[in-house]
């Protein structure tokens, strides 16, 4: 009969030694890659104040826009330090702005038309108000236009029309309010106008004397 050898003690103790040794390098390279991981995203998350820094900057630049069922309401830049907001109701066709006044905080400054003497004024007028940067080039005077255009979109008679304001920065810079006409600077058809339709015509053409428009009758 024959009989099983004893195991090999100092062989199996060897193996055991190595055993440890590789799970002790496993668990430092484990370590090691957390770590690693850690420092990566701590990288990652140090850098993102800068990231938001700079999103920030953009989003304060950014005009904001939006439409209800008769009012429209857009932002937009009008001088290097001063922003509009500019409100167009849709039952009357006024389009006024007002204008902040960074240094005072408060509103310094407002400007004011009727659309309707571009766009036809019709029964449950629908309108879309948008804004748009306009680099304007230096001029003499203390007045100048605007650092942005609102345009309106009129969807039944298929135009659009398009208004800036003159902006004096020194009464601004020195808290002087003003007040004037927003100016209508020009529009076009995006959509012919459908034959027979009983709405009426764009007056789209480059008014001679902006000085001369009537203002709309608000308070």
């Known amino acids: 009969m024959e009989t099983q050898s004893p195991p090999d003690v100092p062989a199996l103790h060897s193996r055991i030694a190595v055993l440890q040794r590789q799970l002790r390098l496993a668990t430092v390279g484990l370590l090691i890659a957390i770590m690693g991981a850690a420092a990566v995203g701590g990288y990652l998350l140090g850098q993102r104040p800068k990231r938001l ?31 509009g907001i500019f409100i167009l109701d849709y039952l009357t066709g006024n389009l006024q702005c007002w204008v902040f006044y960074p240094r005072l905080q408060q509103f310094g400054a407002k400007f004011e038309t009727n659309i309707t003497q ?19 080039n230096q001029t003499s005077g203390n007045a100048r236009p605007a650092g942005c255009l609102v345009y309106v979109v009129d969807p039944k008679s298929g135009a659009f029309a398009s208004y800036t304001l003159p902006w004096n920065r020194s009464a601004e810079m020195s808290g002087q309010p003003q007040r004037g006409l927003l100016l209508f600077v020009g529009g076009d058809y995006f959509r012919a106008p459908v034959a027979g339709s009983s709405t009426k015509k764009a007056n789209l053409a480059p008014a001679k004397e902006n000085a001369k428009e009537k203002a709309p009758a608000t308070k």
């Open 118 to 136: 571009q766009l036809p004024a019709t029964k449950n007028a629908e309108y879309l108000l948008v804004t748009g940067a306009s680099i304007a």
């Open 53 to 83: 820094a700079s999103l920030s900057e953009a989003v304060l630049h950014a005009t904001a826009t939006h439409g209800g069922t008769n009012v429209a309401v857009a932002t937009g830049q009008v001088g290097d330090e001063a922003e």
